[in-house]
């Protein structure tokens, strides 16, 4: 099982080690930073590597590197999933996962790590389990805790921890009773140099934000479930009953939760908002280019697009571009190389257009590859996919709490090939 | 507030201020004081001499001042064992605490303190809390004994905590049963055979009816726990999938993929023709789908095991192509995964949709993704007949790009395309010629020169191409010079009018001026044959070739059931077997899928319960190889009579032999060339390629006698590339006669090209014959076992000795013996069954691959704690530094560096043994001083006493 986790920051220095069995030296990490450093960009380096004795399992997360060590035959996607968690509960303590943020709260962070693994086993890693054992930081409590000698940590045994509904803890109340749920679809797409779709699939989620008193039982249909070709649920959803009457049943956890997430992947299914046209060309001669991109609407359901957005890798030899925009602004970074296209609001009637010159090195070849183009934008109040959700009953309870259900479409990983 | 607070220090020093604050009366002091200990100790400052003030503040009621000082606790008691000893017992009046929370943490805490006398502590408490009404307690009891077991496994085993272990299996708690699993999951990994996890139709019922109810992670434990089981017939194979199938839709990913298991493996076992079978293959394409929609890391985990699953079921996602279409900003590594497997989905069906992609990403920035693309459009030629067409000029239009990568990754692959489909595209070798030049790498010059030699008769100046190459012959690396010199000698073949002085000039410069053995060998091989008969010698090289088969790289079959049953693992990441890289883990178990239904035969069979041990051997690489050499032997062992030709010429001899070649041989090639000829050579059509190909699979015959040219040469081959004199002790009397009815058995052990053999001389003292010998090993330390049954084919008769030699294999069950390398033996004749116990040299083994790498030695050398280091003085040894190290390399006891300092050499050395553990060797010898030195590490000390001895005896024999 997990035996040890570095963290590691961007530059390579290793700022926290926590070791759940025997102490393994910092030196293991050397065979990472060797890997780190012929892989140049932090996001190529393999997550699973071999040393003679270890086995090193890592991801990055926010300029970060969660790094452990594992012994014996372990799975891999174990490790990877614990990291995330680790990660996530972060993110969730401090509101950011930072090397600044962990250093800050080094010892919160040592009590969580000790908390969530006992010998490399998860001990807990459900958000509201953790809180209730060692209680996030906040101002106030710090201030009140220094008065009254109170303490960070909980001293009885978390009711979540044992029952049936680990994800719930007994006893919460509410004044406001409410119970909202957004409806969040990506979109990923490649799109060929035509404008033909070779690929398109989308990443749908529901995420919750359920603040209810007691223990409601709740119950959630879809007008069209059928359209889901695969679902992952939270733990607390009742698979049966999905499975013979497509609801979803489920006893909440408190707060904020990922509900399920779903795939639609038949290809008629996947609308493509917007069309994208474009030319980019570079000369054999003169050491420039040009480029001219538009963009315009095509099946976004009669919803405005909006958040538009333009990202560009540029080949090592682009010096600099000359543009100019009917609409947005640009921006082009001569270290990166990223061309940034800022539109905003969609506007039917007069499309946005991007044209210019580029300027390549002199006496450079002409690039042999070509750039893609990676879209951003957002559609409020629209899941591409038509997914709708029907209605929400609430059982178990007798007050009558506030609903909602909100839908958003974005783009994914949206690239066009030119 | 924020913890970097604690990072302040003062002018007095750190550790005198935390002291005094340590001690103070105040609660809120201390407790804070105690925080900044614990903020060092994150970042790796030493602050251990504070240990019996932190122990100090242990009795409190404050939980979060508690907690902090077991943290500390955790990381220092191994360095202050007696200090640790003042801890013990609020541990253990803790155990007692009514606060569940409280009992747990201090097990718990005990548990991690890696300390024998704590350890003996623990024992009660324990075994309370095993038995605790909290389940909370129960649970993490469970976990402690897997902690246990890792400090002291003799420990465990006595006080019966196993057994406890194995009852908590059926607690009422699920999560309980999650945590036993888990740890006796991790018992049993350093135990192959133990039996702990006796999976029986209760239990399983026990495990499927806690998976639905605990943690994701438990699911995890339980899943692949019940991966292990073998269900006795289809029916209970579709029940468990059934009960399975859900958690394909749990948002974990890894209960995800060790659901993919279970149900890959017990899907062998369905009848195809079930309807139910057809279901189960459409559930799993979803899932393993959105697994690719996950964090990269996710993704490259689950693409490597995808690619296991498209080669065991591609009917499984067989329409999915596209969701593995790479975009430009995935990571490299999941780029080039996602490649391999839409080689291995291209079918005719999508094959143009994959072919655009391809050309696509053929202009991708990334040179290592863009090489693999274009290689990839070569093995969709050779996969999809249909598609060679199109392929072939989608190469050509990258050559024409003059991109120097692809255009040489393009020409190689091109040269496959060729072997599969000859005389068809031969069109395209003009544009192939126009890119000679730029060629740099040695695999696409030699696929170029391949390619001109083979079509020497349609390139009108294939003379003038290759002889340019010829000019840089010995700059040019290995690879090149072979194929270089086979063109030529084809080209010869093909215009023997104009070619003759080529022919000879590389003939020579492989014989004479080369120091490669393989290249003067292909040499002296074509000279042969062309002096002795030239026209065999066409039918021999211009042989008509296979065909390559479509896919390459598959893994072969009995590797694949293997990974299959270790889906989600590390295993099914490296696509190794688990025995082939897991450090130290004895014999692991070799898992196979089950048979289809109504074989109902067990699968499993680890243990060699019959004298007939399982060949668990690893198969060859390539069958089909062995036959042809074995073929290829046969006939070339024809008496020499029939050669027709002069004998070969001598080394003086050979400005002569070439003429001579050149002379005679010429009229007869030159003669009608289609009159067939005495078959005596070219009998084989195949052995063209055979030549090539170095005896990778050699018949291993070590009973028969030595007798005849057969065994000479396959002795010589196995001496080839094999250090020579790996010590062997000699042999002595291991069964007196006295003691077996007459039966005496001495023997030795030896290891020969890389095989144990037990070598043993059975005497029959008695007054009757004896026939029907069988042989078993008891258990023991390194998992030794008979690779096949003892060969004494003919009795036995009064007064006669035989020779045996028994191959023995390192995957039999493990027990520890003392001392380690005691062998406990049975042997059965016709008359009874004899017991008798020797002991083996450990150096037979010590593995040929054990030589590592410097870096590697450093690092393992100073990762190694130095209580683990043992030292021993050799006596009497008279050889220099040098001559002992190439005699501990015939041991495979490898140096890696020698040190002169002050006269005195230091060897450092390293050995691996067959169960994966290293041995790292300091040997120190004085120049005029008899007396050796070595210091060993290792990570398993007990080997050390039994590497010494190997030591003595390889160098003083």
């Known amino acids: ?60 997360r926010g300029k ?205 299914l996947v609308a493509i908002p917007v069309y994208v046209k474009q030319n980019i060309n570079f000369f054999e001669t003169g050491s420039c280019g040009r480029l001219d991109i538009t963009i315009g609407p095509k099946q976004n359901m009669g919803k405005t697009v909006e958040g538009l957005m333009v990202t560009i890798h540029m080949p090592k030899v682009v010096l600099s571009a ?69 209605r929400l009953d609430m059982y178990g309870e007798k007050y009558k709490p506030f609903k909602g259900v909100k839908y958003l479409t974005k783009a994914g990983k949206f690239q066009v090939r030119t | ?44 400052k030493d602050v251990s001499a504070l240990f019996p003030d932190v122990v100090n503040c242990m009795q409190t009621d404050n939980l979060e001042l508690k907690k902090l000082v077991y943290l500390y606790l955790m990381n220092y008691a191994k ?87 194995k009852d908590l299996i059926s607690d009422s708690n699920p999560m309980v049963v999650a945590n036993a699993v888990a740890a006796l999951s991790e018992i049993a990994e350093s135990h192959p055979n133990s039996n702990l996890l006796d999976l029986n139709p209760q239990t399983i019922n026990k495990l499927l009816t ?189 050559i024409q790009t003059k991109v120097n990568y692809v255009v040489q990754e393009a020409i190689v692959v091109i040269k496959d395309i060729f072997r599969k489909y000859p005389n068809k595209y031969e069109s395209v070798i003009a544009t192939l010629c126009e890119n000679l030049d730029s060629l740099d790498e040695p695999e696409a010059r030699a696929a170029m020169i391949w390619i001109v030699g083979e079509y020497a008769e349609r390139i009108d100046n294939a003379d003038e191409l290759l002889e340019s190459f010829l000019e840089g012959f010995h700059d040019e690396s290995t690879q090149v010079q072979l194929q270089l010199l086979t063109a030529i000698v084809k080209l010869f073949l093909k215009k023997p009018t104009e070619t003759q002085e080529l022919v000879q000039q590389v003939l020579s410069l492989a014989t004479q001026d080369s120091d490669n053995p393989d290249l003067r060998d292909r040499g002296y091989i074509y000279w042969r044959l062309l002096s002795t008969d030239p026209v065999a010698a066409k039918e021999v090289v211009l042989a008509e070739k296979p065909l390559i088969s479509e896919e390459t790289d598959l893994i072969e079959p009995t590797l694949l059931e293997e990974l299959i049953c270790h889906i989600g693992t590390l295993a099914s990441v490296y696509h ?42 690893p198969p060859a690489v390539i069958p089909s190889q062995g036959d042809l050499l074995g073929d290829l032997l046969n006939l070339d062992l024809a008496p020499p009579a029939t050669t027709t030709g002069p004998p070969p010429p001598t080394s003086s001899g050979m400005q002569m032999g070439a003429m001579d070649l050149l002379g005679g041989g010429l009229d007869s090639l030159m003669g009608d060339e289609s009159e067939p000829l005495g078959g005596d050579l070219g009998g084989s059509p195949a052995m063209g390629a055979g030549f090539g190909a170095p005896p990778a699979a050699m018949p291993a015959s070590f009973n028969a006698p030595v007798s005849g040219g057969l065994d000479d040469l396959f002795d010589l081959g196995g001496g080839v590339g094999m250090p020579s004199g790996a010590y062997s002790p000699p042999k002595s009397i291991w069964l007196p006669a006295m003691k077996a009815k007459g039966l005496e058995i001495s023997g030795t052990f030896a290891r020969r090209a890389g095989v144990v053999q037990m070598e043993m001389t059975l005497t029959n003292k008695a007054m009757s014959v004896m026939t029907d010998f069988a042989i078993q090993f008891n258990r023991n330390s390194f998992g030794l076992a008979p690779a096949g049954p003892l060969q004494v084919l003919t009795p036995v008769s009064p007064n006669q000795s035989i020779e045996v030699a028994l191959p023995l294999n390192t995957v039999g069950p493990v027990m520890k ?23 083996y040299p450990i150096s037979m083994l010590f593995v040929e691959d054990g030589k590592m790498e410097r870096q590697v030695f450093l690092a393992t050398w100073k990762d190694i704690p130095n209580d683990n280091e043992s030292q021993f003085q050799i006596k009497d040894c008279h050889l220099s530094s040098d001559a002992a190290s190439s005699k501990l390399q015939g041991s495979n006891i490898f140096t890696i560096a020698k040190r002169t300092v002050d006269g005195q050499d230091m060897l450092y050395q390293s050995t691996k043994l067959t169960n994966g553990i290293w041995v790292l060797a300091e040997l120190r010898v004085q120049a005029g001083n008899p007396n050796y030195t070595v210091s060993l590490k290792c990570r398993a000390p007990e080997v050390a006493q039994c590497v010494f001895q190997s030591y003595e005896a390889v160098l003083k024999n």
Not at chain 1, 215 to 234: A, E, G, I, K, Q
Not at chain 2, 133 to 146: F, L, S
Not at chain 2, 596 to 617: L, N
Not at chain 2, 817 to 839: G, H, R, T, W
């Open chain 1, 1 to 60: 099982m997990i035996h040890s986790l570095f963290l590691i920051n961007h530059s390579g220095d290793i700022f926290l080690e926590k070791h759940w069995k025997s102490v393994i030296s910092r030196s293991v990490c050397d065979y990472f930073f060797e890997v780190k450093e012929k892989a140049v960009d932090p996001e190529n380096v393999p997550p699973v590597l071999q040393t003679p004795h270890h086995y090193l399992i890592s991801i990055y």
């Open chain 1, 64 to 268: 970060l590197f969660f790094l452990s060590v594992v012994q014996t035959e372990v799975p891999p996607l174990f490790v990877i999933e614990f990291l995330h968690r680790v990660a996530d509960t972060f993110q969730d303590y401090f509101g950011e996962c930072s090397e600044g943020v962990i250093k800050d709260n080094l010892v919160t962070v040592y009590e969580l790590l000790e908390e969530m693994l006992d010998n490399g086993f998860p001990l807990a890693t459900e958000s509201n389990v953790l809180k209730e054992m060692i209680r996030p930081p906040n101002i106030l409590r710090s201030v009140v805790n220094t008065l009254t000698g109170g303490s960070n940590v909980g001293d009885t045994l978390p009711t979540g921890q044992l029952s049936n509904v680990p994800w719930r803890r007994a006893g919460v109340k509410y004044t406001n009773n409410e119970a909202y749920f957004d409806v969040v679809e990506e979109i990923d797409a490649i799109l060929d140099k035509s404008g033909t779709t070779v690929f398109a699939e989308i990443q749908g989620v529901v995420e919750a934000c359920v603040r209810l008193t007691g223990m409601p039982d709740l119950t959630l249909s879809f007008m069209n479930p059928r359209l889901l070709d695969d679902m992952s649920f939270h733990p607390c959803v009742r698979f049966k009953r999905w499975e013979s009457e497509r609801v979803l049943s489920f006893i909440p956890p408190d707060g904020n939760f990922t509900l399920m997430t779903y795939h639609v992947s038949s290809q008629n």
């Open chain 1, 322 to 390: 000359n543009l100019t925009a009917t609409q947005g602004n640009y921006t082009y970074d001569l270290t990166t190389k990223v061309l940034v296209w800022d539109i905003g609001k969609l506007n039917p009637q007069k499309l946005p257009n991007l044209r210019g010159s580029l300027s390549m090195q002199a006496g450079a070849p002409k690039p042999e590859e070509n750039p893609s183009l990676n879209i951003d934008l957002k559609i409020q109040q629209l899941a591409i996919s038509g997914l709708k959700v029907s």
């Open chain 2, 1 to 44: 507030m924020t913890d970097s607070k604690y990072f302040t220090t003062t002018k007095k020093g750190e550790i005198f201020e935390l002291k005094a604050e340590l001690n103070s009366d105040k609660k809120e002091k201390k407790k804070e004081a105690v925080k900044k200990v614990i903020a060092s100790m994150t970042v790796g």
């Open chain 2, 79 to 165: 360095s202050q064992p007696d200090m640790a000893i003042m801890a013990v017992n609020t541990f253990v009046k803790d155990c007692e605490d009514p606060n569940p929370l409280i009992r747990a943490l201090a097990v718990r805490t005990m548990g991690c303190i890696r300390v024998d006398k704590i350890t003996e502590y623990l024992c009660e408490p324990l075994r309370k809390c095993l038995k605790d009404e909290d389940p909370y307690v129960r649970k993490t009891a469970a976990v402690c004994v897997a902690k246990l077991h890792d400090i002291n496994a003799q420990l465990v085993e006595d006080q019966g905590f196993l057994d406890t272990l």
């Open chain 2, 210 to 398: 806690a998976l639905n109810e605990c943690t994701e992670w438990g699911q995890i434990f339980i899943l692949d726990c019940l991966a292990n089981y073998t269900p006795r017939d289809d029916r209970e194979s579709q029940s468990i999938c059934e009960r399975v199938t859900p958690r394909l839709s749990h948002a974990n990913s890894a209960v995800v993929l060790s659901a993919v298991k279970v149900l890959m493996k017990f899907m062998e076992m369905l009848p195809k023709d079930l309807d139910y079978y057809g279901t189960l293959l459409k559930k799993l394409a979803p899932p393993l789908v959105t697994l690719l929609s996950a964090e990269p890391e996710l993704q490259y985990v689950a693409l490597r095991n995808i690619n296991l699953i498209v080669q065991r079921r591609p009917e499984i996602l067989k329409h999915e192509m596209k969701v593995f279409f790479v975009k430009y900003n995935d990571p490299i590594y999941v780029k080039l995964e996602k490649l391999d497997i839409m080689i291995r989905l291209a079918s005719q069906a999508n094959i143009a949709q994959v072919l655009a992609e391809l050309k696509e990403y053929a202009t991708e920035v990334d040179v290592d993704f863009v090489r693999k693309a274009v290689r990839a459009i070569g093995r969709c030629a050779i996969k999809v007949e249909q598609s060679a067409e199109r392929c072939v000029s989608t190469l050509l239009d990258l």
């Open chain 2, 576 to 617: 190794k077997p688990p025995s082939a890289f897991v450090e130290g883990s004895r014999g692991v178990q070799h898992k196979r899928l089950p048979g289809s239904a109504g074989s109902g035969e067990s699968v499993e069979s680890p243990d060699t319960g019959s004298a007939a041990g399982v060949s668990d051997a």
């Open chain 2, 817 to 839: 013996m003392e001392p380690l390398n005691n062998l406990q033996v049975a042997v059965k004749n016709n008359i009874d069954v004899f017991y008798f116990s020797c002991q």
